[in-house]
């Protein structure tokens, strides 16, 4: 089966693109193609045969150029079903489709709103978490039957440190430092990372030799520098790294402030690599994160109950070494791309038995 995936942006640090480059080379049942607005360079040294082309832009204008490229693309490569990971793309392969014989699917990725009567009008659905998918049946009023709930996952050979921890340490000039981390989206409205410079002030009042480090880019990053950097002598700031696992391996714990977060891949990587996570209790954060058990969840909003939290872990090492070693166990169990990735094959296969 070919199957040709539709996205906005195929780049480095993105959830759907790690989701994306984790499905190709793991399935071996169907063949992957994917089409982008913007593709890297590194995921087209990594993915040569399975890139195609870059389609074009995201505006509704270019609506029926797109579809009439994308149907060459899916002649010329026997294209049996679409993949979309972006409401446009969603609309594109649904009217495509009705021109088309070719099969839709749509991965949901986060939580999206408005343009109700535009959205999510493929064959099939897939919710990357329950939060999805209530939201897609509260919200957008779809039929439950058409929607199948499949986890996002890692590819464990993605995961590679190429440096050992002290190293970076070294680097980083944070030897014999208890180093408390954030990596994603600079981001308040949905990341909250207001929240997370909230708690930092009464950490710091419990303990002097504790550093966090922000590990991303994105649309707060002057807002994260002045409420940080220019105050607290204690917090990093690092762009985006093409080896974020070298980074995170220095992690004491990792940090999830967010108010709105689906089913996040930085949560499944920590835990791979047994770094203690502690969350906000909202969306695939709690759906993954049993409270006390495999981690620490704290109230959302409540950057208090945060610093409370993590001045917990800090002063019982114990605890958090069998906390992140509990959430490796059910990652490795649950969410590999051997556990998930058969999913798809079975819901590809089920729609062109349809």
Known sequence: MNILHLTKDFIQ????STFIKSLIPNDRNNNHFVASNLIVAEFRRALNKNIIEQILPIKTSQLLPNILHVIKICKANKIDVIHSHHRYYD????YLSKIYSIKTITTVHSKVYGKKKLSYKVHKIVAVGDSIKKHLIKYYRINENRITEINNFIDPKLIKLTKD???IK???????????????????EEKGIDILIDAIPKVFAESKDVIFVFIGDGKDEE???SK?????????IINAKLDIFNYMQI??????????DSFPLVMLEAAYLKIPLIGSNVDGISEF???GINGLLFTPEDHEDLSNKIILLINNTDKAKELGERLYQKVISEFTSDKIIPKYDKIYKSILSE
């Open 223 to 225: 807002y994260l520098v």
């Open 251 to 260: 992690f004491n714990l990792i940090i999830l402030p967010s108010r709105i």
């Open 91 to 94: 609309l594109l392969a649904y």
């Open 228 to 236: 940080t950097r220019k105050v607290y002598h204690n917090v990093r």
């Open 13 to 16: 640090l993105n959830g759907i």
């Open 289 to 291: 994160i049993e409270d």
């Open 170 to 188: 070294s680097e980083l000039h944070l030897v014999d430092k208890y180093v408390i981390g954030y990596v994603g989206r600079f981001d308040i």
């Open 165 to 167: 921890k002290e190293s």
